[in-house]
């Protein structure tokens, strides 16, 4: 085996054990003239939205039926708490942590009006986003595949997934997955929201 496929290998097996993916090049968005359902995401009610809110309020999606439909902004209005799930379908640690974070999700969310999760992918595709969102029955809104990069999603993104960042409603950031270079998981986070963001 030559010295840069073992390198390679290696890496993943340490990643792996570790609980992270190390991030690839995320592929570039589709063509923008292409025709979008979903183009057209203003709505009356967000125009009042400030902060996270307003940013993302035109470019998040939800499933429903198995496809994606705008998400309704005007939900946004009371959240002071946001975390930020970056995660792919090809990321064999993402596939295992996805199915607790829902499940935390569905039970947290309803007394909490002031948190919201958004789901930042890094699948290579649209489809591969689509497929994931449908597999594991992801109930958060998500930005859009092609906004990604405009929205500049990533900007609490560490070095590998799957990873969970909690910011304030200013931005600053209460609890992250990584530690300068040490990964500790998204479960930490997840653990650390149930202290860190009140019941209203």
Excluded at 52 to 70: C, I, P, S, Y
Excluded at 73 to 90: G, M, Q
Excluded at 132 to 139: G, W
């Amino acid at each position: 085996m030559n010295s840069l496929l073992e390198k390679s290998c290696l890496a993943l097996a340490l990643s792996l054990a570790l609980g992270l993916c190390p991030l690839a090049a995320q592929s570039s968005p589709s063509d923008p003239s292409a025709a979008d359902p979903l183009a057209d995401l203003n709505s009356a009610d967000s125009d009042q939205l400030t902060g996270f809110a307003a940013t993302f309020a035109h470019h998040l999606v939800v499933l429903e039926d198995g496809r994606f439909k705008r998400f309704d902004a005007s939900s946004l209005k009371d959240v002071k708490y946001w975390a930020f799930y970056y995660s792919a379908s090809w990321c064999a640690p993402c596939r295992a942590f996805t199915p607790k974070l829902i499940d935390f999700y569905n039970q947290f969310k309803p007394q909490h009006p002031n948190f919201e999760l958004i789901f930042v992918n890094h699948d290579q595709t649209e489809d591969d986003m689509l497929a994931y969102m449908k597999s594991d029955a992801m109930t958060w809104p998500a930005v859009r595949f092609d906004d990604i990069d405009d929205l500049k999603a990533n900007r609490y993104c560490g070095d590998g997934i799957p990873d969970l960042v909690l910011v304030d409603a200013n931005g600053k950031i209460l609890s992250d997955s990584f530690h300068g270079s040490d990964y500790l998981g998204p479960e930490k986070v997840m653990n650390d929201i149930k202290t860190l963001v009140p019941t209203p």
